[in-house]
Each structure stands twice: as structure tokens, then as C-alpha cells.
């Protein structure tokens, strides 16, 4: 089986923020799933998901998920999040956990900044009251750590790299790609961020200090995508600070990670109804539940969820992928007919792909001898065929047709 997920998402922030809370909350498997189809994933990664309307009752079928959830309409498809190592400033010097946070955060397409919205917490990481510390100096830290981080990596022969591009006529982002390819900065990303910065990508040497940086730092942007979780917005000092961090260049979504992993783990314990990024829940067992259990729920109903639209992590996994980086659901199927499988199953895949996913690039994600032996599709929507250059939208229901097999 292959796995649904293709991009790796980064839970970063300083200690104490909530972030393994929210790491927790995101990644609890719903009750319906008793042994994952996946293979084991290491401590500090897990499996969270997409959740997206599924396509099996817009064509009124009964559908057998394989490689991801349906639960009452909903798709739920798996995507890779990796808990990145509480950050303190200087973790680009080496500081803390600098370096294992560094060596995590390269990993990662896009983050996920769990900030205390409350102010609870100070630059370090250390609680104080509730409203003392300025969340919006953690975004600046964060922003200046993975900065200064990739800025090290490309200084360490800068002077060398610019003279060669303007002597010997060499392609600044070809060597730039190369130098940071571990990171998993494209050269695309690397052109954009040149142009972004307004500065000549031939005359290297003429680029001042604030400008190095300014490229720099335009290039965390483009190539680490990332939005904000104001976190703990239950705390009363934190809806002001939610305001001000609505002022920064980010998607902020306000959230409380402990009211989401409370309501995941009653529902793994069947005690209510509930799916990750519901704007309710129904309790199934009152007798099974204290006074204080049913007031710890409807506490959360009244001060989350009532109040916000929903606990804030689902939306904020949803964000990071179909925003972020712009992803498609795409379902591929053998018999357009019946929307099923060689085996007859139903709608049992669904795949996330970047938006701009041309047809036979689908063909070759699901089988690399699909993609070569590529005839054209079938738009099980429309029922045309669509060839090999054809861009894919959201919810595509596709089968490919090509001249060894059908997939």
C-alpha cells in the first residue's frame, strides 16, 4: 500500500507553548482505525489528517476507503507531521536543542508556529502570568532563528560562490540549489526569492549585508511556508493578543489544543460523538461520565467551540496543506463506470497533490509504469477523456488508461 501523504509538516515553537499538546491532539488516531495500514512511525512523527468533503455522495455510492478515512461524509486522509524540538533563542548558534531543531525543521514543507496566545510563557519557554510576555516577539525570534540558520549554511562560502558566478558566467541558482538542496529549497524558490528581494542575480558580490539577508529571508518564506496557531485562546489575555497577531504577514487561527486532544480521546473511548475539527459533539454515554466530566465537555462546547467555530487544530492541519502548499484531492479509480478497483472497491484511494498535477504526473505518483506506459484519462465526472497535460482540480475522480494496465 502506498502512502497517501507527500509533503511533511513541521509543529515548531518554543517550549511550554503547547505545541506537544497540539502534536498529540492532531495525531490520535480516530476509534475507527484498530491496526493502521501504515509502517511504524518514529516518536517524534505521527499520522494526522486532512479532512476534506468526500466525493461518495456526490455520485451516490457507497464507498470502501483504503489508504484513508470516510466518517459520515467526511474524508479524512493522512498526512506526516514530525514534533520539531522546543526552540529558544540562539537555537541557530547552537543553543538548547538548536541543532536537533535545525536538523528537524529541514525536513519539513511547511510549519506550523504554535504560539501562547495568553503571553503566559516567556522567551525561554518559562511560564509567568498570563499577559506579561508579548507573543508577537516569539513570531520575530522564530522568524530570526531559521533566518540566520539557512544564511549560516550559505555563508560558509559566499564570497567564493559570488565571485565564480560573475568570473566565470556560473548560474547563481543552480549553485545555490546545489548548497541548499538538503534543506529542500527548489531552485524555483531560490529565483523567486531573488526577484522578491528586487536584487541582480548576475552581480552577487554587489549585494550589501542587509540585502544578503533581506534574499535570506525571503527565501524562508517561499521555501518554509508557514502560518500561526494562537494557542490556548481560552485564557482571557489571549483574544487581545489574537488581534495583534492578525496584524502580522500570517494566516493565525486561534485554537486550544487541549480541548481538541480532550475531545479526541472521549471519542476513541466511544463516550461521544465527535470527528476531528467538528464544530460540536454529541455525548453518547452520560451515565459513563462524572458531573465533572460532563462539566469539563460542556465547558469546552461553551468557551471553544461555540465561541470559535471549532477547536482550531484540524483547521489549522487543513491551512497548512490546502493553502500553504496548495494542495488537491484527487481519487483514482480503474472502472469508471462503477468508481471502483481491480479488486471492486469503491472510491478506495484518495491522493494529495499539489494544485498544477497534470494528469500523466498522477499516473507516474501512483505507479511508475503507469506514468510510462500513459495512454490518456478518463474524467469520471464528466466523462471525457483528458490527456497527459491536463491540469487536475480538486476532487478529480480519474482513471488512467495506458498500455499495460488500467489504474
Known amino acids: ?126 511560564l509567568c502570568k498570563p499577559g506579561e510576555h508579548d507573543p508577537l516577539e516569539d513570531v520575530k525570534f522564530l522568524e530570526r532563528e531559521i533566518t540566520m540558520w539557512i544564511a549560516s549554511i550559505i555563508k560558509k562560502d559566499w564570497a567564493k560562490l559570488a565571485r565564480t558566478t560573475e568570473a566565470e558566467s556560473k548560474d547563481l541558482y543552480g549553485m545555490l540549489e546545489e548548497r541548499l538542496s538538503g534543506l529542500g529549497i527548489r531552485r524555483s524558490y531560490i529565483f523567486e526569492a531573488v526577484r522578491k528581494a528586487g536584487l541582480n542575480a548576475d552581480k552577487p558580490t554587489s549585494w550589501s549585508e542587509e540585502e544578503f539577508l533581506k534574499f535570506v529571508d525571503t527565501l524562508r518564506r517561499i521555501s518554509k511556508p508557514m502560518l ?81 467555530g471549532s477547536t482550531g487544530v484540524q483547521d489549522a492541519i487543513n491551512m497548512a496543506y490546502l493553502k500553504l502548499l496548495n494542495m488537491i484531492s484527487v481519487y483514482p479509480v480503474e472502472d469508471v463506470e462503477h468508481l471502483s478497483d481491480h479488486d471492486g472497491r469503491v472510491l478506495p484511494d484518495v491522493y494529495l497533490v499539489p494544485y498544477g498535477t497534470t494528469a500523466r504526473q498522477f499516473a507516474y505518483l501512483i505507479h511508475t509504469e503507469l506514468g510510462e506506459s500513459f495512454i490518456y484519462a478518463v474524467d469520471a465526472r464528466e466523462r471525457k477523456r483528458i490527456g497527459e497535460d491536463a491540469v487536475l482540480r480538486d476532487r478529480d475522480v480519474l482513471s488512467i488508461v495506458s498500455a499495460k494496465k488500467r489504474g
Not at 541557530?92 to 525536513?107: A, S, T
Not at 489574537?242 to 480532550?262: F, G, H, K, N, S
Open 1 to 126: 500500500m502506498q502512502r497517501a501523504y507527500t509533503r511533511l509538516l513541521g509543529v515548531i515553537g518554543k517550549p511550554n507553548t503547547g505545541k506537544s499538546t497540539f502534536f498529540s491532539a492532531a495525531t490520535l488516531a480516530p476509534a475507527e482505525i484498530a491496526n493502521y495500514p501504515f509502517t511504524t512511525i518514529k516518536p517524534n512523527r505521527g499520522v494526522g489528517y486532512v479532512r476534506t468533503p468526500c466525493v461518495h455522495e456526490e455520485f451516490q455510492v457507497k464507498d470502501n476507503p483504503r489508504n484513508s478515512l470516510c466518517i459520515d461524509g467526511v474524508r479524512l486522509v493522512p498526512v506526516e507531521i514530525i514534533d520539531v524540538a522546543g526552540l529558544v533563542p540562539g537555537a541557530w548558534e547552537g543553543r538548547g536543542l538548536g541543532n536537533q531543531f535545525l536538523d528537524e525543521i529541514r525536513k519539513a514543507d511547511a510549519l506550523v508556529h504554535i504560539v501562547d496566545a495568553s503571553g503566559g510563557t516567556d522567551c525561554e519557554g518559562r
Open 228 to 308: 500561526i496557531v494562537a494557542n490556548k485562546i481560552d485564557i482571557p489575555t489571549a483574544e487581545a493578543n489574537l488581534e495583534r497577531l492578525r496584524q502580522l504577514d500570517y494566516t493565525v487561527i486561534p485554537c486550544c489544543a487541549e480541548a481538541e486532544l480532550a475531545l479526541r480521546r472521549a471519542a476513541e473511548k466511544q463516550l461521544i460523538d465527535y470527528k476531528p475539527g467538528d464544530c460540536n459533539f454529541k455525548i453518547l454515554h452520560p451515565e459513563s461520565l462524572s458531573q465533572s466530566q460532563i462539566h469539563a465537555l460542556e465547558t469546552i462546547r461553551e468557551k471553544v467551540l461555540v465561541k470559535n
